[in-house]
């Protein structure tokens, strides 16, 4: 603090925590432990009185920026995304905005309509007296939601393999069926588990034995070789 008249002592109040006053010299010092705006009254004083005068301190804090650093837009549709950022910062910035946006400093806002597709990096910055903080904002512009363009009615052979390959509009980030057929795996398999034929009855077993049996001996009967070397026809009964 300074003052004419040759003053001999000095006061303010109310000082900020941490803060204090050399009363004899007027040295007002500490470190600030918080950020804001404090009214601070002083004094200096003489044998012959006491001038005053009004201090307003603003006490900062580097600005870190907090809002989100990707955000994603469709083509020819609104879009808005607003900076933030901690420490009291005192001015706002972004540059390398894609075709249709614009950014208001005041209310810290990114927005109108994209009108190209693409990735662009936007450079935002949070500044106030004592410091800054600058990151990058990743916006990609999308065409449109995706369309799916393939087959909605397809057939599967049971115990075949099988594969269905979904296909879209507008380069899809991910895909998703569901619900599944049981035993069907989200990967290209077989369509559902092959079933085997049921177990013959032992009785059917047995009647297809003496079939073939009978069938056999029908046939040698048929070409049997007659003793001057030509076969004989004999009458199957």
């Keep these: ?55 307003t301190l603003s006490a900062y804090s580097v600005p870190v920026i907090t809002s989100a650093t990707t955000a994603t837009a469709l083509v020819d549709e609104p879009f808005s995304y607003t900076l933030t950022a901690t420490g009291e910062p005192t001015t706002f910035a972004a540059t390398g905005l894609p ?32 410091g800054s903080d600058t990151k990058t904002l990743e916006l990609t512009v999308y065409s449109l939601a995706p369309a799916i363009t393939s087959e909605l009615v397809v057939t599967g052979t049971l115990g075949q393999p099988f594969d269905y390959q979904i296909t879209a509009t507008n380069t899809p980030t991910s895909f998703a069926a569901e619900p599944l057929p049981e035993g069907f795996p989200s ?26 049996r009978r069938h056999c001996h029908a ?19």
Excluded at 3 to 26: K, M, N, Q, R, V
Excluded at 219 to 237: F, Q, T, V, W
């Design 1 to 55: 603090m300074v003052a004419t008249e040759y003053p001999t002592g000095y006061s303010a109040s109310p000082l900020p925590a941490d803060l204090s006053i050399a009363s004899a010299s007027g040295l007002i010092s500490g470190t600030i432990l918080s950020s804001g705006t404090s009214i601070i009254e002083l004094g200096a004083t003489n044998a012959v009185g006491t001038g005053t005068a009004t201090l």
């Design 99 to 130: 075709s249709g946006l614009s950014f208001d400093s005041e209310t810290r806002e990114i927005s109108g309509t994209p009108t190209v597709t693409g990735t662009s990096n936007i450079t935002l910055t949070a500044s106030n007296l004592v």
């Design 187 to 212: 990967t290209p398999a077989v369509a559902s588990p092959a079933r085997s034929p049921p177990p013959r009855h032992p009785c059917h077993a047995h009647r297809e034995q003496q079939l073939r």
């Design 219 to 237: 046939r040698d009967l048929h070409h049997r070789p007659c003793r001057g070397g030509h076969a004989r026809l004999d009458r199957l009964r």
